[in-house]
């Protein structure tokens, strides 16, 4: 039986089997697929019952251009405001599809299949969808719930080494802000041991997912208490922008070692709070070094969208599983970070 788990607006989250679920979950209307070439090849009877639209792959897909060759190719399709939207992918996937379908024809209903560790513990979950412009990250975006968020652990055997460690930054970011059992989980494990176990999988998936719900219940537009879910995303962001050498998760990573030194020289977290965690992220294999210089990064982190004015909301880690979102200028933010 699928784990169930409710985040608002009537969307939820159910972790097993895909095709079951689809059987379940799909409406009796017309269905539609947006997913990418990548996902077609290793997923294809996934994707094969439907029509099915796919996109590039990689950050540069995440356009306004990828946007308008959707929309038109739904109108050349005939698809109208009964179109059930099913995207198929990883978050640049998904987040290309909820937006599509918040949009089209004023909004059409949606659904995800996820098919990455990223993904499954956040991307597609909780309602956010959004587009890059001129480098800066899901600048343009809606609020919109799927009806429903498939993760499949099964799905994520064919992923590489790489692209499940990039999911795994996302899981730690959870564990930090918000979730102290899923951190000493995460602790007394390993890299290979998440990877070929999908029971523990299973359970690391349902914390996380249970963490974001709980967040997005409480502010699903980011008015507040949503923002600690961007734990090490400034850095993060900022990295993605000023260079292509790492993928979204490893840059999280980085972000997450950094943020947390900042925390421990502001005397904000404990020092063996602050040793675990960077130990952790050091343990899972990630390279937490800066790939570009720190003036290029504050740079960067000055165009966040989390900006407000000359300053800016900065999640810190006060502890495990607890942090603070804290508003400095842009001045402070040179010194500290």
Do not use: W
């Not at 996109?55 to 946007?67: H, N, P, R, V, Y």
């Not at 963490?211 to 980011?222: F, I």
Request: aromatic share 6%; charged share 25%; glycine share 10%.
């Amino acid at each position: 039986m699928a784990n169930k788990i409710d985040v608002t607006g009537g969307s939820r989250v159910y972790i097993g089997c895909a095709k079951e679920l689809l059987q379940q979950l799909l409406p009796e209307k017309r269905v539609i697929v947006i997913s990418d070439s990548n996902i077609d090849r290793i997923h294809h009877d996934l994707i094969a019952p439907y029509e099915h639209i796919l996109i590039g792959q990689g950050e540069q897909a995440k356009s306004l251009m990828t946007l308008e060759e959707i929309y038109r190719r739904l109108i050349e399709l005939g698809a109208d405001r009964s179109t059930f939207i099913l995207g198929i992918g990883g978050g640049i996937v998904t987040d290309i599809a909820g937006f599509v379908a918040s949009t089209y024809m004023r909004g059409v209903e949606f659904g995800f299949i996820t098919t990455t560790l990223l993904g499954a513990v956040d991307a597609s979950v909780g309602g956010k969808n959004g587009v890059n412009v001129g480098g800066f990250k899901n600048m343009v975006g809606v609020f919109s719930q799927p009806k429903f968020v498939i993760c499949d652990v099964a799905l994520l055997h064919s992923l590489s080494d790489r692209e499940f460690r990039a999911g795994l930054a996302e899981v730690i970011k959870t564990a930090i802000l918000g979730d102290a059992e899923l951190f000493e989980i995460l602790e007394n494990t390993s890299f290979d041991a998440i990877r070929n176990d999908n029971e523990l999988l299973e359970e690391i998936i349902t914390h996380c997912v249970r963490v974001k719900a709980s967040v997005v219940a409480e502010d699903e537009r980011e008015g507040g208490r949503r923002r600690i879910l961007n734990l090490g995303h400034t850095i993060a962001h900022a990295i993605e922008k000023s260079s292509n050498k790492m993928n979204h998760g490893e840059a999280v990573a980085v972000g997450l070692y950094h943020i947390t030194r900042s925390a421990l020289a502001q005397k904000i977290i404990s020092e063996g709070d602050a040793k675990r965690i960077l130990a952790f992220i050091e343990q899972y294999g990630f390279d937490i070094a800066l790939p570009v210089e720190r003036k290029q990064l504050l740079d960067a982190i000055k165009g966040d969208k989390k900006r407000k004015g000359d300053s800016l909301h900065l999640i810190i880690p006060m502890a495990i599983g607890r942090v603070a979102d804290r508003l400095y200028s842009f001045e402070i933010l040179s010194e500290i970070l």
